[in-house]
């Protein structure tokens, strides 16, 4: 069977594949890595794929829909984000034809199944969670004009217009089943296309593991997509796969472990490092880690490669912390970084607010926590809320959600756009805290000599730095708006 999977066109750039879907200030935009998992796995199960990443190859709608008839699938999966469900919807209902099964996927239509059937009158169904074991199954029962509603998993369209769901789909436990994702990208994408300045450039992007058992109640993933429980691929899977990308694609960089976080098993996280050293992988890597790892751990890391880590610290509050479920608290991040820093370790340090209780107070010991734990580069936005999470629910139910239609979660170019408040705070004070946040922080005299200075010594972090300063710059600049 012929199956188109597609990214959709939105906005130029729009980076659709993150937590957070937005057009990025850094340049950041990730790969379509779920849908690539299933081409993967379709792939593997005998059909004909075409993956397509719209907005990465800067196709517009007609070009898009163009390739896909030319292609001919009987079934097309369509990536979904909350921003963009509209549009995405529009779009899938416009591809239905005779013949021809269009399925949407992602955490809007997992979070709210009806809703987002209501919005369409076409297309077929929404697949809720991972995709791969629903989606092989509606394939094989497609080939022989089978029935849908026999697969768990999914939101079938009713004659009725209304949704008929077919129950809950096992998620896959046997990660090492699906094909390496980094022969996906060589086969169907254009590899330099994709970016996160917390890596090396050009570089992949893969999971080593999914699932996260903590609680925090803003993290979507794990609360629509991939569930609480860990799941892992073997080591020697991972290493495998690293050195796939070190033989077959010799212009990548580094590999960037997109998981939520790889330090859920601080043990198997040494026992990784260990089989990479032992097996010769030369090539960096980058991760999210959580911000309790400790020396031994992040120096046996190093040694294998880690270049650079992606912490959620997310507040200088203990009190916002437990608010938000963080597990951790502001001492055990103190100690982490300097860790990282013994350990040779750069950091990428992530810092939000607009949690329930947030206050003036509570913000101004967030910044003054990033300015002295000082990681490498940092970021500060507004809590991001979607649908299927505990901060979502709290922010509706609480009355704190400024939004009124889904689009309102981007600005008008589609950058992160507030639409939560607090009790004491505005949405628009929360945005130009962060602006106010972000220009204290970065316009440090000794922040800039001590850049300066790492730039001069390492050609790698002045390629880095300078990539993702050229579009970082403008909004480095940008003055808190007038009340």
Known sequence: MRIT??????LPDYSRGQRSPAVTKSGTLYYPIWLAYVTGALEHSGHELDLIDAPADGLDIAQTVSRIDGFNPSLVIVETSTPSIESDVRFADSLCKSGRTVMLVGTHPTALPEETLRLGSRYDGIVAGEYEIPLVKLAQVLEVNGNPAEIPGLYLRGEDGEGCF?????????????????????????????????????????????GCPYECTFCVFPQTLQGRKFRCRSIDNIVGEMLWVQ?????VRAVFFEDDT????????????????????SISWTSNIRADVDFKTLEICRRAGLRSVCVGFESGSDEMLRNMKKGITTETSRIFMQNAADAGILVHGCFMVGTRGETS????????????????????????????TEAYRQADESGNLTATAWRDWLTEDGLHNCVVSTDELTSEQLVDFCDHARRKFYLRPLYILRKFRACLLDADERKRTFRAFSTFRKYIFRASRKK
Not at 171 to 197: C, E, G, M, Q
Request: glycine share 4%.
């Open 262 to 281: 790889i330090s859920v098993d601080k043990k198997r996280l040494r026992r990784l490092a260990e089989a990479m050293i032992k097996a010769g992988v």
């Open 166 to 210: 077919t129950g809950h789909s096992e998620r896959l436990d046997n990660l090492d089943s699906l094909p390496f994702v980094s022969t996906v990208y060589a086969k169907h994408l254009n590899i330099r296309n994709y970016n996160n300045p917390n890596a090396l450039y050009p570089q992949v992007m893969i999971m080593g593991g999914r």
């Open 247 to 251: 033989d077959n694609l010799p212009d």
């Open 361 to 388: 107070r509570t913000m101004e010991e967030t910044l003054q926590f990033a300015l002295e734990i000082n990681p490498d580069t940092a970021q500060f936005y507004p809590m991001m809320v979607y649908p299927g």
């Open 5 to 10: 999977a597609v990214n959709p066109p939105f």
